[in-house]
């Protein structure tokens, strides 16, 4: 297995995910034409022009270690191996082709170890706001050229604040959210929401609709290495490798 230098890895895909984001927006600022996938989930010319910045920079610097990206499908049916990248170049399409003002759309590079996310970049590029993590580091947010370490919040006695999805929200998630007694709910697309609970913004993300693993495998990171942690809703070990990269439900936790 390759010898990792976090570090000298996350000053790369910062960069390489700065890249990526420019190319989204230069798009996102025109008018976007929108293909849809043998799925029926849309792709863009931004999810390809982002895909190619990241591809780039991760042969440039790290050759040797396998990576699956959402929109190389022939990625998909590679064997996980005990390192190995998961890339989604535009996470919340959705969100991307609304135009709706919020944002909640991200470049996630995702690494993962032994089954394990150990390094992630998320970077949503129309927020400026990027959160970086890795396991030897810590997690971070960066703003406005300012960094600061980040971690998950105490659970306030107003009661937890959940987040969920804007874009795929379904009657189990309500229901978990009404049985363990959660009033107070935020809504947003992409991997933002791992971010948010890594952050102290939040405190639980519930997931039981689909998702890939390039979907969670960076926000993830940032979550764990600040502090929280990422279950199956039976409070099984959730891992990485899966059979054709497909996740099931998941509870991220912050302090909740």
């Excluded at 390192?83 to 759309?105: A, C, N, R, V, Y």
């Amino acid at each position: 297995m390759e010898t990792i230098d976090y570090s000298y890895l996350l000053r790369e895909l910062k960069v390489a995910a700065r890249d990526a984001g420019n190319e989204i927006m230069k798009i996102y600022a025109n008018s976007i034409k929108v293909d849809f996938k043998q799925d029926g989930s849309p792709v863009t010319l931004a999810d390809k022009a982002a895909e190619l910045v990241i591809l780039k920079k991760l042969k440039e610097i790290v050759p040797e270690i396998l990576i699956i990206s959402e929109e190389d499908s022939s990625s998909h049916s590679s064997k996980a191996t005990d390192q190995f990248f998961l890339i989604d170049p535009l996470d919340g399409t959705k969100e991307f082709l609304k135009k709706d003002g919020l944002g909640s759309f991200t470049v996630n590079i995702g690494l993962i170890e032994n089954g394990i996310p150990t390094l992630g970049v998320v970077y949503a590029p129309a927020l400026n706001r990027m959160f970086f993590a890795s396991v030897s580091t810590g997690a971070f947010e960066e703003s406005n050229d300012l960094i600061k370490p980040i971690a998950i919040r105490t659970l306030p006695h107003s009661g937890a604040v959940a987040v969920a999805s804007i874009s795929h929200r379904d009657e189990l998630t309500t229901s978990w959210l009404k049985n363990h007694k959660i009033k107070n709910t935020t809504s947003i697309g992409s991997s933002l929401k791992f971010c948010l609970v890594a952050c102290g913004e939040a405190d639980v993300y519930p997931r039981f609709g689909p998702t890939m693993e390039w979907d969670t495998a960076a926000g993830d990171a940032v979550l764990r290495c600040a502090g929280g942690s990422v279950t199956h809703p039976n409070n099984e070990p959730f891992s990485y490798g899966k059979s054709s990269y497909k996740n099931g439900p998941f509870i991220a936790h912050g302090s909740f």
